[in-house]
Nanobody, 124 residues
Framework: QERLVESGGGLVQPGDSLRLTCTVSEPSSTRRTMGWFRQASGKEREFVAAISPSGLTPGYADSVKGRFTISRDTVKNTVYLQMNQLKSEDTGVYYC?????????????????WGQGTQVTISS
């Protein structure tokens, strides 16, 4: 069974950077669009970024465009989320997810496999 494991979260200050990593257990993940979502305390889970199976087509939420970059390494079965210029509103639990959609998909309900999440806290 496919498993997604996130890592790289932590506590940083506003303006700092973090890189999240999602490690996928199955090589078949190379055929899946992968996404990152986040959930702040008391709020609904929201789309952050996604990337197509080829890695050529990324998609981003407006709130992170220009600051976050999603990428994938199909050899290592990993997906990365490079987060720069972090703001306090980026705080939340970040989840990696996989979908059979062929292009970046912003709808959480279309993702069928999820990781356990990693906490990201931005605070001065």
């Amino acid at each position: 069974q496919e498993r997604l494991v996130e890592s790289g979260g932590g506590l940083v200050q506003p303006g700092d950077s973090l890189r999240l990593t999602c490690t996928v257990s199955e090589p078949s993940s190379t055929r899946r669009t992968m996404g990152w979502f986040r959930q702040a305390s008391g709020k609904e889970r929201e789309f952050v970024a996604a990337i197509s199976p080829s890695g050529l087509t990324p998609g981003y939420a407006d709130s992170v465009k220009g600051r976050f970059t999603i990428s994938r390494d199909t050899v290592k079965n990993t997906v990365y989320l490079q987060m720069n210029q972090l703001k306090s509103e980026d705080t939340g639990v970040y989840y990696c997810a996989a979908t059979r959609s062929l292009l970046p998909n912003i709808l959480a309900r279309d993702y069928d496999t999820w990781g356990q999440g990693t906490q990201v806290t931005i605070s001065s």
